[in-house]
């Protein structure tokens, strides 16, 4: 299946250094999506890169999609501990069918 | 806007014993999906709508139906529940079918048996 995998599966740093997340899956997309899921909710739509973008910003998210590699980055820039959560990549074929992976656990320490 | 619901929040239920959750959404969105999440397993599709009065598997759908009898409604039922059903069950919807289409997900239904 088109699974995205994330990596690394926990990442814990301080408040104001930068997180870096990794995701890559196995087949051509569509696009990319980002979610975020904060303990004991639902998962929240962050960002979409297309598969003709290379990078992608909002507010301090960027994406970067690299389709010859088949990986995608996310970085958040000065962390805030209201980001701690995990995060989810979920490539997109031809219809709205994501298929998400493990997550990434963030964890930002005040 | 509510935006997505799940009812009911928590459940225990002994095995062999059915249920139905509820998901109603007021976005009046084409497309409704059925997820579970396990830990270290991220969320599986169990099955999802492409409109009122469709229904499709998704990847794991042994154990579980689903109907969309009304267009803000999405029923996942279990008929006879096993421990391997216990996970955090989650619905979602989204405009259309599109790739682009953003997904808005319910709180979840935390369900476990025993």
């Known amino acids: 299946s088109q699974q995205g995998e994330e990596d690394p599966q926990a990442l814990s740093i301080q408040e104001g250094e930068n997180a870096t997340m990794n995701c890559s899956y196995k087949?051509?997309?569509?696009?990319l999506q980002w979610y975020r899921q904060n303990s004991g909710r639902g998962l929240v739509h962050l960002i979409l890169i297309r598969s003709n973008e290379r990078e992608k910003h909002s507010g301090r998210l960027r994406v970067t999609l690299d389709t010859s590699k088949k990986s995608s980055s996310l970085l958040i820039t000065a962390s805030r501990a209201a980001d701690t959560a995990s995060y989810f990549c979920a490539p997109a074929e031809a219809w709205g069918k994501l298929t998400f992976g493990q997550g990434t656990i963030l964890t930002v320490h005040p | 806007n509510a935006g997505v619901t799940q009812t009911p929040k928590f459940r225990v239920l002994k095995t062999g014993q059915s249920m139905t959750l509820l998901c109603a959404q007021d976005m009046n969105h084409e497309y409704m999906y059925w997820y579970r999440q396990d830990p270290g397993m991220g969320l599986r599709l169990i099955h999802y709508?492409?409109?009122?009065?469709?229904?499709a598997k998704g990847e794991v759908p042994d154990g579980y139906n689903v109907s969309r009898l009304k267009k803000q409604n999405f029923l996942l039922g279990l008929e006879s529940a096993a421990p391997s059903q216990t996970s955090v069950y989650f619905c979602a919807s989204s405009p259309q079918g599109d790739s682009t289409d953003t997904q808005y997900f319910g709180p979840g239904t935390r369900l476990t048996v025993l």
């Open positions: 709508s492409v409109g009122e009065g469709t229904t």
């Open positions: 087949t051509s997309i569509n696009n």
